[in-house]
């Protein structure tokens, strides 16, 4: 689990609590909740989101949820050491012998590309077929987070929907002075939920979903670069200082050199 994602909510949630338990006590946390601005604001901001979505890109959208808080271990520097392991095969062996060595791979998309290479592929055409692939996964990502900006983008707007209702409420109940301050304060309570949806939950969870998206992308870009050097028979070290462009400084080891290096 992403313990950063599952934290910042948790700790969002309790300096809320904490913030309105410290200035009203208990009795601030109940005038905390109003079921008719939960209804307003969560319903009417869902049903926006859904309206603007196809109804599988939403229900997609929102399982996407689960990837916020799933610690998926992505090291670019293993997926370097793998390509230039297949390089020192290639090189060592020719081409073919990385048919036998794709068996034991198992990320899908390094393992297309090396049996594109093996098939004798124009180079051209692995590089067209790899970003087209790359283009499609990083689109279905980009429906997914879209879910989560247009629902943070709408609860904010509900929240205000809810607001003016609970004012003509209020106004058309002049003619009693002491319901005003209590009928202001719960058509205030909607504009809150809509903030609270937009910024401890929606905002956060789309942001954490790009930078998924963002490593992802930036691991399948080695792996294309990877693949295009291997079938153009590059040097392994060549190879190594090549795709080590991608990682930040403090990052480019040599894990080449550590696992024994290329010719």
């Known amino acids: 689990m992403d313990i950063a994602s599952l934290l910042g909510l948790l700790i969002g949630a309790a300096m809320f609590v904490v913030g309105v338990y410290s200035n009203g006590g208990f009795g601030g946390l109940r005038n905390m909740w109003d079921t008719a601005s939960v209804i307003i604001t969560i319903g009417g901001s869902i049903s926006g989101t859904l309206a603007s979505n196809k109804l599988a890109d939403f229900i997609g959208g929102i399982k996407s949820a689960g990837l916020a808080f799933k610690d998926e271990v992505q090291d670019p520097a293993a997926v370097i050491q793998h ?5 020192n095969t290639a090189r060592k062996e020719g ?26 592929t124009d180079p051209e055409l692995v590089r067209g077929i790899m970003e087209t692939d790359l283009s499609c996964i990083e689109a279905r990502h980009k429906k997914s987070i879209a879910v989560w900006e247009k629902w943070a983008e709408l609860g904010p707007a509900w929240g205000m ?50 930078i998924n998206n963002d490593v992802e992308m930036m691991m399948k870009e080695i792996t294309v670069e990877g693949i295009l050097s291997i079938q153009a028979g590059e040097n392994p070290r060549v190879i190594e200082e090549k795709l080590k462009s991608f990682l930040a400084p403090s990052a480019r080891n040599n894990p080449a050199d550590e696992e024994g290096g290329g010719e």
Not at 83 to 87: F, V
Not at 174 to 188: F, T
């Open 161 to 210: 929907i809810g607001t003016l209702i609970g004012l003509i409420l209020m106004l058309n109940n002049m003619d009693d002075p002491s319901s005003i301050g209590p009928s202001m304060s719960v058509a205030l309570v909607t504009t809150l939920y809509g903030s609270l949806i937009a910024n401890w939950l929606c905002n956060p969870i789309a942001s954490k979903l790009k």
């Open 83 to 87: 390509i230039i392991d297949l390089s």
């Open 95 to 120: 081409l073919l012998a990385l048919e036998e060595a794709a068996n034991g791979i198992d990320d899908d998309f390094l393992k297309k590309g090396i049996m594109l290479v093996v098939d004798g």
